[in-house]
């Protein structure tokens, strides 16, 4: 059975979720504070795991990034407050599958919690290369012409969808949609910021802008 950790120390937020996800048809496990959602985390039977920003011992962006420095790729979505991009890009770039602002509707989090399930089972393919530029999917790392380039896992995951769709023009809001996977605030402009990391590390003229359309990957 499916076992979601949720790492919520309001105790009427976490008895709602577990509730929801329970008539859902999983299995869940409370904890209230960071250190102990680090260690269940990284316990190995845990699915997937809801994670608080604001959690005490260890804040959810720690527990996130040691979990993801211990090498493990568990899905993990956050639960930031509403409007803080500073919680949802910090989130993200320290590894996060995807976030939930609160306050939230069950059904929000349900839709995620489905989403970032299924995707962890069908992975697919474990490598991609065009031209000179390949991706190892498993080992999360980029080469061109056999030179290993530093990537965050945000930038990897945007080097992937172009990637996958070479030659053609993918928009920002499809960007959007499949890096951060959620409706991001429209008027965000973390698809230029990323696209420009990008381009400092695979070469400038490998992404074309895309006048009012979006960018492609020459
Ligand atoms: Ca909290």
Same mark, same amino acid.
């Given at each position: 059975?499916?076992?979601?950790?949720?790492? +919520?120390?309001?105790?009427?937020?976490?008895? $709602?979720? /577990?509730?929801?996800?329970? &008539?859902?048809?999983?299995?869940?496990?409370?904890?209230?504070?960071?250190?102990?959602? #680090? @260690?269940?985390?990284?316990?190995?039977?845990?699915?997937?795991?809801?994670?608080?920003?604001?959690?005490?011992?260890?804040?959810? $962006? @720690?527990?996130?990034?040691?979990?993801?420095?211990?090498?493990?790729?568990?899905?993990?979505?956050?639960?930031?407050?509403?409007?803080?991009?500073?919680?949802?890009?910090?989130?993200?770039?320290?590894?996060?599958?995807?976030?939930?602002?609160?306050?939230?509707?069950?059904? +929000?989090?349900?839709?995620?919690?489905?989403?970032?399930?299924?995707?962890?089972? &069908?992975?697919?393919?474990?490598?991609?290369?065009?031209?000179?530029?390949?991706?190892?999917?498993?080992?999360?790392?980029?080469?061109?012409?056999?030179?290993?380039?530093?990537?965050?896992?945000? @930038?990897?995951?945007?080097? +992937? /969808?172009?990637?996958?769709?070479?030659? /053609?023009?993918?928009?920002?809001? /499809?960007? #959007? &949609?499949?890096?951060?996977?959620?409706?991001?605030?429209?008027?965000?402009?973390?698809?230029?910021?990323?696209?420009?990391?990008?381009?400092?590390?695979?070469?400038?003229?490998?992404?074309?802008?895309?006048?009012?359309?979006?960018?492609?990957?020459?």
């Amino acid at each position: 059975m499916t076992l979601i950790l949720i790492a +919520e120390d309001e105790h009427r937020i976490s008895a $709602f979720v /577990q509730r929801g996800l329970e &008539s859902a048809g999983y299995s869940t496990e409370v904890v209230d504070d960071g250190a102990r959602a #680090l @260690e269940r985390a990284l316990d190995g039977d845990v699915d997937l795991v809801l994670l608080d920003v604001g959690l005490p011992t260890m804040d959810g $962006f @720690e527990v996130l990034r040691h979990i993801r420095g211990q090498g493990s790729s568990i899905p993990v979505i956050m639960l930031t407050a509403r409007g803080s991009t500073r919680d949802t890009v910090e989130g993200l770039d320290a590894g996060a599958s995807d976030y939930v602002a609160k306050p939230f509707k069950f059904d +929000e989090v349900l839709a995620r919690v489905r989403s970032r399930l299924r995707e962890n089972v &069908s992975t697919g393919a474990t490598a991609i290369a065009y031209g000179d530029v390949s991706l190892d999917i498993l080992a999360r790392r980029a080469t061109v012409t056999g030179r290993e380039v530093d990537l965050s896992a945000r @930038e990897f995951a945007l080097a +992937e /969808q172009f990637l996958r769709n070479p030659g /053609q023009v993918l928009s920002r809001e /499809q960007l #959007l &949609s499949r890096v951060w996977g959620m409706n991001f605030d429209p008027g965000s402009n973390v698809v230029d910021v990323y696209v420009r990391y990008l381009r400092g590390k695979f070469g400038h003229d490998r992404i074309s802008t895309v006048r009012g359309a979006g960018y492609r990957w020459e």
